[in-house]
């Protein structure tokens, strides 16, 4: 005949197994929120984290800008890209910075920036490449690697828009990209900003 333990061994195996489970999933759920402070805020800084990798662009215009770097490659220009997909918290900065005499003149390299919210930057639209134009502001000229810039990027849907008042900058047409329009190109790339960061949180 069984003892009382062995009858009640089942039991206790159940609730074991209930009490680890649980362990576990407060273990996930204090993991997941560590991951999103890390991934989402630098505590130390304040600063959000960047949600896209270096030189960006929005996966629609992705096989156009790779075929104008493959193209400047066979002409033998090296470009050095100085901006590609910017957060709109960096678009402001920008925007600030530009319309500061004292900051301008600590980064001499800066145009007029747009209001957060209107930059093709915040859509993953736009890039910068330095060396187009060389001279003081106001009286440059296009170098001989800028006019193969311009050429190549040009050829590959890519608009030099602002001409040498912003020699370094390219955009690609919003509507050839499939957007109603640029608001709304810049509206999916900044939330999928926020999904990309979720989702991390939850991995």
């Known amino acids: 005949m069984a003892s009382p333990f062995v009858k009640k061994l089942p039991l206790l195996l159940l609730v074991l197994s209930l009490a680890l489970s649980l362990e576990a999933f407060g273990a996930d759920r204090a993991k997941a929120k560590t991951t999103t402070c ?3 805020l630098q505590r130390k800084s304040g600063k959000k984290a960047p949600c896209h990798p270096a030189n960006y662009v929005d996966p629609k215009i992705k096989g156009k800008y790779t075929a104008a770097l493959r193209d400047m490659k066979r002409f033998g220009v090296e470009p050095k890209i100085t901006s590609a997909w ?3 918290d960096k678009q402001a900065a920008l925007y600030r910075c530009s319309n500061s005499q004292k900051c301008r003149s600590r980064n001499p390299g800066l145009y007029y920036a747009k209001p ?4 093709a930057h915040e859509a993953g639209l736009a890039v910068d490449i330095s060396g187009v134009a060389a001279g003081p502001r106001g009286a440059k000229r296009i170098t001989p690697k ?3 810039i311009i050429r ?4 590959n849907g890519f608009a030099w828009r602002y001409g040498l008042k912003d020699p370094a ?3 690609a047409n919003p509507k050839a990209a499939g957007y109603r329009n640029l608001h709304q190109a810049i509206k ?3 939330t999928k900003c926020s999904v990309n960061l979720s989702a991390k949180a939850k991995r």
């Open 38 to 40: 890390t991934g989402c």
């Open 86 to 88: 910017r957060s709109t």
């Open 116 to 119: 957060p919210g209107t930059s």
């Open 146 to 148: 800028g006019h193969k």
């Open 152 to 155: 190549i990027m040009e050829k």
């Open 169 to 171: 900058h390219f955009e």
């Open 188 to 190: 999916k790339t900044q």
